[in-house]
C-alpha cells in the first residue's frame, strides 16, 4: 500500500485548469493522510494541499481557492483539481502518504510522509 502513482500533469497557458491523480497500490482501507506537494527548479519543496481518512483538509495560502484535494476510498486515489493556474504553479508534483493504525491529521509537514510518488510535471505559461 506504498506504492504512488501520479498522473494528470502537463502544459497549460495561465488560468487553465489540471485535474491530478495519485492511485495507491493498495486499498485506502487504513487510517492515513495523503499530500501533494510540488517543486520548481532551483526551489525548495512546498505542502499544497492534504487530506486525510475523515476528510479534513489543509492548503497552502497560495492556492487556497483555487486548488481542491479530494478523495475516492473506492478507488484508492485522491485528486488535486487545480484551477486559475499561474506560472508560479509550474513545478513536479508530488502525492505523498502516510498509514497507520491510528487517526492521523492532515499534514503539510513533509517530513510525516513515508510514501511517495515519481511526480508528475505541471508547466504553465505566462
Known amino acids: 500500500q506504498g506504492m504512488l502513482v501520479e498522473s494528470g500533469g502537463g502544459s497549460v497557458q495561465a488560468g487553465g485548469s489540471l485535474r491530478l491523480s495519485c492511485a495507491t497500490s493498495g486499498r485506502l482501507d487504513s487510517n492515513y493522510r495523503m499530500a501533494w506537494f510540488r517543486q520548481g527548479p532551483g526551489k525548495v519543496r512546498q505542502g499544497v494541499a492534504t487530506i486525510n481518512t475523515i476528510g479534513t483538509t489543509y492548503y497552502h495560502y497560495s492556492v487556497k481557492g483555487r486548488f481542491t484535494v479530494s478523495q475516492d476510498d473506492a478507488k484508492n486515489a485522491i485528486y488535486l483539481q487545480m484551477n486559475n493556474l499561474t506560472f508560479e504553479d509550474s513545478a513536479m508534483y508530488y502525492c505523498?502518504?502516510?498509514?497507520?493504525?491510528?487517526?492521523?491529521?492532515?499534514?503539510?509537514?513533509?517530513?510525516?510522509?513515508?510514501?511517495w510518488g515519481q511526480g508528475t510535471q505541471v508547466t504553465v505559461s505566462s
Open positions: 505523498a502518504a502516510d498509514f497507520s493504525t491510528l487517526g492521523l491529521a492532515a499534514s503539510l509537514r513533509e517530513d510525516l510522509y513515508r510514501y
